[in-house]
């Protein structure tokens, strides 16, 4: 693929309704422009995210009504985060350059060609390619704000629930390289993925109730699941940090409903209980380029598909078979 869209169109993983991966189309579409305040990329690689699930099902059907598209989504071409070769800028870019590789987000990253704003975009980090920083953006994002908001203290303990997924396995690096002690839940075959990434201890979510063990962490990161949250609250240190960062829910609210009961419980309770809604950001992204070449944390991709098979790749996320990221590139 060239780095430059001399051509008028692209290949780009089109819906036009709401369903299963059935209802992702490859198809040929205008090269997107860009706009004064632009950049227009040359994928190189897209990550897949469980938002990209969501967006692509509908569900939570609250996401349609908060602006996502009622009958359909909004934005037809599937995927958000990804790194490739700038292709051209808008007039107001003056930082940038055709030539120049970058990662960030923005709607329609399955594609050959994206456009994304400027402030969406940082340079990519010398140490890793494109396939690694594709799998930054959104995963990684969440994992950082998630870290922030528990405000762990120095030498404390870190429960991770759903370790070995996109988020989890970053929060479980990025806690790990602040100091804390680390304790991983997942399955028996993701357990030594799990230790490998610096977990002191796994937990086998399978064999053992990690809410009756009767021990106390300072802060519970929770990617992954449905746990009551007096449940969760019971394993929490008196002054510690609950941050809900996904999970699993009904077709309405999705899990949102921990979220909303957290928020209010929080004005009562000694704990901190956070309902997390992360926000992408290029100074977010930025601190996470300078971590990973500093080695505080290490992209791990599971899975490579090309662009026609990104509804599989969607479906492997959705699956919760992967350890770490699935990427697709064109």
């Known amino acids: 693929m060239s780095d430059t869209a001399t051509a008028t169109t692209m290949s780009a993983v089109v819906q036009h309704a709401y369903g299963t991966s059935d209802a992702l189309r490859v198809e040929t579409v205008p090269v997107p422009v860009a706009g004064p305040t632009d950049v227009v990329v040359a994928v190189r690689a897209a990550g897949v995210d469980a938002g990209t699930w969501h967006l692509m099902t509908g569900r939570p059907y609250l996401m349609r009504l908060i602006g996502f598209g009622v009958r359909g989504p909004k934005a037809r071409v599937r995927g958000l985060a990804f790194a490739g070769r700038v292709s051209a800028v808008g007039a107001e870019v003056t930082d940038l350059r055709p030539g120049d590789d970058v990662f960030g987000s923005a709607d329609g990253a399955f594609a050959e060609f994206v456009r994304a704003q400027r402030s969406a975009l940082v340079r990519l980090p010398a140490s890793i390619g494109y396939e690694q920083a594709a799998a930054v953006p959104v995963s990684a994002v969440t994992a950082l704000q998630a870290l922030r908001a ?181």
């Open 150 to 330: 528990a405000a762990v203290p120095a030498g404390g303990s870190v429960l991770v629930l759903g370790a070995s997924g996109g988020v989890g396995h970053y929060a479980v690096q990025l806690a790990v390289a602040a100091g804390a002690t680390v304790t991983g839940v997942c399955s028996t075959a993701k357990a030594e993925f799990v230790r490998g990434l610096g977990a002191a201890e796994v937990i086998d979510y399978r064999a053992t109730d990690v809410t009756a063990t009767g021990r106390r962490w300072d802060a519970i990161i929770d990617t992954a699941g449905d746990r009551r949250l007096s449940r969760l609250r019971s394993i929490l240190a008196p002054s510690g940090s609950l941050v809900i960062v996904g999970g699993m829910g009904g077709p309405v609210l999705g899990g949102m409903e921990r979220v909303l009961a957290a928020a209010v419980a929080n004005r009562f309770v000694r704990q901190r209980l956070i309902g997390l809604v992360s926000k992408e950001n290029a100074s977010d992204l930025a601190d996470l380029a300078d971590l990973v070449d500093a080695g505080a944390f290490t992209p791990m991709v599971d899975v490579v598909l090309p662009l026609d098979r990104a509804g599989e790749a969607i479906d492997l996320v959705a699956s919760g078979a992967v350890c770490g990221k699935v990427v697709v590139v064109p």
